[in-house]
């Protein structure tokens, strides 16, 4: 049947996000972990992704400063620290000891850790910011990623374990529970 819709106040309503963990340093000694719900896929060949972050953010000045970021992928056993490095400021709080989070040195990166527990990182130098508007669009070219072995198969490919990740709807984390079909798209 077909629904009737009502047109309202345009709105960025778009459901369900991904919701990652990006990781950041001031290029000295402190790092930084901030919660983004409107990741983006930006392309696959060169492989880069977008993040938008408030020019208030405490990240936001890291990011600018050192050019580079991590975007860690959480699972569901870490919703303490997807919601605490969303609700407090890397300026007076140093996120990864109070989320109990072990910082792994980047490989191809200079400064920014990624963050041992997420089963994904994606090493990120910035090749553009975009002003947004309310939001600055950071685009990183993702030069390395590092994926945990039992995330693995043999040939390197990644097996994605969906039940244990998160989903961002109108504010409310979901965990993602079952498969309904394979895309044919390839
Ligand atoms: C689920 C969730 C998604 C968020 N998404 C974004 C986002 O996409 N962009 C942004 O600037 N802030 C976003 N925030 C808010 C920041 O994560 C939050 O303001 C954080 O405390 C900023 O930390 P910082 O000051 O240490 O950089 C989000 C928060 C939550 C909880």
């Not at 459901?15 to 719900?37: Q, R, Y």
């Not at 890291?62 to 991590?70: A, G, N, S, W």
């Not at 963050?115 to 390395?144: N, T």
């Not at 097996?159 to 709807?169: G, S, W, Y």
Request: hydrophobic share 35%; proline share 5%; glycine share 8%.
């Amino acid at each position: 049947m077909l629904e009737e819709k009502r047109a309202i106040k345009p709105g960025t309503l778009l459901f369900p996000n991904a919701v990652v963990l990006v990781s950041c340093s001031d290029g000295a000694d402190k790092d930084n972990i901030i919660t983004i719900g409107w990741p983006g896929g930006i392309g696959a060949s060169p492989p880069r992704i977008g993040i938008p972050i408030k020019r208030q953010r405490y990240s936001h000045g890291l990011i600018c400063k050192t050019r580079e970021f991590v975007v860690n992928i959480p699972t569901s056993d870490q919703m303490h620290a997807i919601n605490h490095c969303g609700t407090v400021s890397g300026r007076n709080h140093d996120k990864y000891l109070e989320c109990k989070l072990d910082r792994v040195a980047p490989t191809k990166l200079r400064f920014a850790p990624s963050i041992g527990q997420c089963p994904i990182s994606l090493e990120c130098r910035v090749e553009a910011i975009w002003d947004m508007g309310s939001h600055d669009y950071f685009v990183g070219r993702i030069v390395i990623a590092h994926v945990a072995e039992n995330w693995l198969g043999n040939d390197n490919r990644v097996q994605v374990r969906a039940e244990q990740l998160v989903a961002l709807v109108s504010g409310n984390y979901y965990r993602l529970s079952e498969e309904q079909g394979r895309s044919t798209y390839s």
